[in-house]
């Protein structure tokens, strides 16, 4: 059974940093499609980076510059590196794993993914 442990996150001011972490289990095959997601209250979950089958890496428009996605495929861990947040950056976080995606462009779609980490909370104070 796949299983995807989110950690990291939490408060910081406008300006500072946050790494998330996302530990997946229950498969070997580190080939996995990976994401980062943010959901913010009473909106769609958005795509904000990921890692396709074949290592490429894409960035949603406001991730560009700021956030960088990594896999340690030994672990079979992803992570999320962010700095300089903003206010707009508050959200809930989840990362998602799927074998395969239809389509190679398809990795910021969440209704794509398979399997969802628990979320985590991310609040930037300006």
């Known amino acids: 059974q796949v299983r995807l442990v989110q950690s990291g996150g939490g408060s910081v001011q406008a300006g500072g940093s946050l790494r998330l972490s996302c530990e997946a289990s229950?498969?070997?095959?580190?080939?996995?499609?990976m994401g980062w997601f943010r959901q913010y209250p009473k909106k769609e979950r958005e795509g904000v980076a990921g890692?396709?089958?074949?290592?490429?890496?894409t960035y949603s428009d406001s991730a560009k510059g700021r956030f960088t996605v990594s896999k340690d495929n030994a672990k079979n861990i992803l992570y999320l590196q962010m700095t300089s947040l903003s206010s707009e950056d508050s959200a809930m976080y989840y990362c998602?794993?799927?074998?395969?995606?239809?389509?190679?462009?398809?990795?910021?779609?969440?209704?794509?993914?398979?399997?969802w980490g628990q979320g985590t909370q991310v609040t930037v104070s300006s």
């Open positions: 998602a794993a799927v074998k395969r995606l239809p389509h190679a462009g398809w990795v910021l779609k969440p209704v794509e993914y398979h399997y």
């Open positions: 229950g498969y070997t095959d580190v080939t996995y499609t």
């Open positions: 890692i396709d089958n074949d290592g490429r890496i």
